[in-house]
């Protein structure tokens, strides 16, 4: 059995996850919450930093209560997320993961953080080629796997749809993370306003729809919950429609939502239509698996490790604005 430690703290979430090919043994994680506005990324990673050394010791006393006789000795590599993501967070991990490497003479796998949400959701879910939307803070786009690659097939052209939801809230005086928070107003919301639809074919912005927000807030013209309401209807229904042309253009019947904002249940619903409408599956792990979480790191690490790829620490450095298309996905052939 292989069993991998995967090291995630590309942002906000600082996460270490044991995992084998059967299932996630354990994992820890501790979050940074900022005293206001939203992530600071130098403080980020002081709260990593300082909280690392915990977390994976949680991980492996875990991990040792789970499977009897468990020791370091048996994990066979250490997974940690090269990028995207803030700069010093993910050099604070990555360091951690290089040191690891090194003390237990094991490889290193540097793993892209956005494939490793798909990668997780697929395992988690049981499909095997769907049409992926990810949508994360500072990243939302569509995807569908050919020749290797997970090809980009729109994207956002300014934020992503995280950020304009946590840029929105901070004007609100809402705390981090913001997403929850308009969630929960939204759904007593009962009046749409007119808000700015952007999709240029398969691209979208959300920078113009964010301003209209403060805008309306600001004049006080509408209700706080019928903004938000409007804001989250808009802005899904546009993810919705390019979700919907790329299962067209690839004629796939199966559709994955990954990424920390796929938790909101208004998008889910609305994916959910879309799918039943075309008569095709709509798939979206648990919660913990959405978010920013070790066990996806160490997933796709131990798929990449079975497959012959591994990372030299002289090619470890990370990469704040890595594309999952820049990725040679070595695996899915081996399945």
């Known amino acids: 059995m292989t069993i991998i430690l995967g090291l995630e703290g590309t942002a906000w979430n600082l996460s270490a996850a ?19 506005g939203g992530i600071h990324p130098r403080e980020a990673a002081q709260h990593h930093a300082s909280e690392l050394k915990n977390v994976v010791a949680r991980a492996l006393r875990g ?5 009897e006789g468990f020791s370091l000795d048996i994990i066979d590599a250490i997974a940690f997320s090269q990028g995207p993501g803030m700069g010093p967070c993910l050099r604070t991990v990555a360091t951690a ?12 796998i540097g793993v892209n953080h956005c494939v490793a949400h798909i990668e997780i959701g697929r395992w988690q879910c049981g499909t095997k080629d769907p049409v992926v939307l990810y949508v994360s803070g500072a990243n939302s786009q569509v995807l569908a796997y050919r020749a290797d690659r997970y090809r980009i097939l729109g994207e956002t052209l300014d934020i992503g749809i995280g950020n304009a939801l946590d ?26 306003v007119y808000m700015p639809y952007v999709v240029k074919g398969m691209d979208l912005s959300f920078s113009g729809l964010t301003t209209a927000a403060k805008d309306a807030f600001d004049l006080h013209l509408e209700e ?37 904002v796929g938790a909101n249940r208004r998008l889910q619903q609305m994916l959910q239509t879309m799918c039943h409408d075309r008569e095709a599956r709509f798939y979206v792990p648990e919660a913990k698996y959405l978010k920013d979480n070790g066990a996806m ?3 796709l690490g131990l798929l990449m490790l079975k497959s012959g790829d591994t990372t030299p620490i002289e090619k470890s450095e ?7 298309d820049e990725v040679e996905v070595t695996w899915r ?3």
Do not use: W
């Open 18 to 36: 044991l995992v084998s090919e059967e299932r996630v043994i354990y994992e820890a994680e501790s979050t940074y919450k900022p005293e206001y």
């Open 333 to 335: 052939d081996v399945e």
């Open 318 to 324: 990370v990469n704040p604005n890595y594309r999952p």
């Open 297 to 299: 790191i160490a997933y």
């Open 97 to 108: 993961a290089r040191a690891l490497s090194i003390s237990l003479k094991i490889p290193l």
């Open 224 to 260: 706080k919950a019928d903004i938000c309401y409007s804001f989250q209807e808009t802005a899904f229904a546009m993810l919705t429609e390019v979700t919907e042309r790329a299962m067209s253009h690839c004629g796939k019947d199966d559709m994955l939502l990954a990424g920390g």
């Open 167 to 192: 840029k929105f809230a901070r004007y609100l005086r809402l705390s981090h993370p913001g997403g929850p928070k308009i969630e929960e107003l939204a759904s007593k919301g009962t009046k749409y």
């Open 63 to 67: 991990a040792d209560k789970e499977k």
